[in-house]
T-cell receptor, first 113, second 113 residues
Framework: DADVTQTPRNRITKTGKRIMLECSQT?????MYWYRQDPGLGLRLIYY???????NKGEISDGYSVSRQAQAKFSLSLESAIPNQTALYFC????????????FGPGTRLTVL | GENVEQHPSTLSVQEGDSAVIKCTYS??????FPWYKQELGKRPQLIID?????GEKKDQRIAVTLNKTAKHFSLHITETQPEDSAVYFC????????????FGKGTMLLVSP
């Protein structure tokens, strides 16, 4: 089945370490997104990409960077992790055009000690 | 930018009762309002959406209503069942084809048998 996958699913790291979270999709969608979920704060957009050559900052991009390596791959990096980046991270994809459903990956639970 | 407020943050009902979750949005130009359901430990998934040219949409036991004048929209679940227990997120966007979703902070619905 066409799907959205994320690696790793869980990660514990230390303050100051560089971390990369990876997202892959087999849906053939052009658009990809990275969200952060914190209890009581909902889903907040970190970065998004509407095609391979397009990268845009979202609501909370400070401390994060992204790379769109191919249509199917979108990676999120924390250059120097800090404890308040402890959260559940979701990748999502959608088709281009209007009124398109976003399909989420299974999430990566990141803990920064 | 768009701001979406969602209430209540938690909602407990008995099986068979109805549940209503309400959202308000700030940008009067927003024209697309999806609802996502996230079961415990799972990824968010789209359950229903409504466009601004429609006042109400139903799908079996769930319905969404939209009041553009008041800038609010609501999710209605009738005859609730334990499997309806989840976190529900509303979202809003001006769907121009190049826009992103702004999510509410979520409502945890608990349906007791």
């Amino acid at each position: 089945d066409a799907d959205v996958t994320q690696t790793p699913r869980n990660r514990i790291t230390k303050t100051g370490k560089r971390i990369m979270l990876e997202c892959s999709q087999t849906k053939g969608h052009d658009r990809m997104y990275w969200y952060r979920q914190d209890p009581g704060l909902g889903l907040r957009l970190i970065y998004y990409s509407f095609d391979v050559k397009d990268i845009n900052k979202g609501e909370i991009s400070d401390g994060y960077s992204v790379s769109r390596q191919a249509q199917a791959k979108f990676s999120l990096s924390l250059e120097s992790a800090i404890p308040n980046q402890t959260a559940l991270y979701f990748c999502a994809t959608s088709d281009s055009g209007l009124y398109n459903e976003q399909f989420f990956g299974p999430g990566t639970r990141l803990t920064v000690l | 930018g768009e701001n979406v407020e969602q209430h209540p943050s938690t909602l407990s009902v008995q099986e068979g009762d109805s549940a209503v979750i309400k959202c308000t949005y700030s940008d009067s130009a927003s024209n697309y309002f999806p609802w996502y359901k996230q079961e415990l430990g799972k990824r968010p998934q789209l359950i229903i959406d409504i466009r601004s040219n429609v006042g109400e949409k139903k799908d079996q036991r769930i319905a969404v209503t939209l009041n553009k004048t008041a800038k609010h929209f609501s999710l209605h679940i009738t005859e609730t069942q334990p499997e309806d227990s989840a976190v529900y997120f509303c979202a809003a966007t001006l769907n121009s084809g190049y826009s992103t979703l702004t999510f509410g902070k979520g409502t945890m619905l608990l349906v007791s048998p």
